[in-house]
């Protein structure tokens, strides 16, 4: 009897041994890079600068060391805001969060002509280079609608239905 017990755990053992080396594959797995966010790094002049420029009066930068990159956070016109420049003060992206008040109103205006009703939640305007993107998020009805505006180009990214309504 526990010559059989013996026999059948090392039976499984060896099949799973087998079925591991011949069927298993060897996969390269490609990860990002660590990103390493350290709190109210120095920075350089040039950035300093070139915020200082583009940036007047703005409230309480933050700076951050984002891998060889600098973002900084502030506060302009009661936005938060986020921008992003690389060590010789050139702009990456800027980032502004609001609401429906701080939405253009003729893109406003498209959004409430697709979506009838609706009730604009959230705003982020994304500047990059020479694109401009905004990202809303909308309540329409029974749904939660992520919609993206570049180039007077109103599409609608996402659609969950709210959990909230009934």
Known sequence: MRAQIIFRI??????????????????????????VI????TVSQKVTDA???????EVNPTWYNLDKNYMVKFVSQDQ???????????LIYHIKYGNASTLPSDLSN????KYKDCKI????????????????????????VLARIENNQLQEIQ????????
């Open 10 to 35: 090392t039976a499984v053992l060896l099949i799973t041994w087998s079925a591991n080396n011949s069927f298993g594959q060897t996969m390269k797995t490609d990860t990002m890079p660590t990103l």
């Open 38 to 41: 350290s709190s109210k790094s």
């Open 51 to 57: 915020f200082d420029a583009q940036f007047k009066n």
């Open 80 to 90: 938060k805001n986020r921008a992003l420049y690389n060590k010789n003060g050139y």
């Open 110 to 113: 498209m959004i409430y002509k």
């Open 121 to 144: 939640t959230t705003v982020i305007h994304i500047e990059q280079e020479l694109r401009s993107i905004w990202a809303v998020d909308l309540e329409y009805g029974q749904y939660l």
């Open 159 to 166: 659609r969950l239905r709210n959990g909230a309504t009934k």
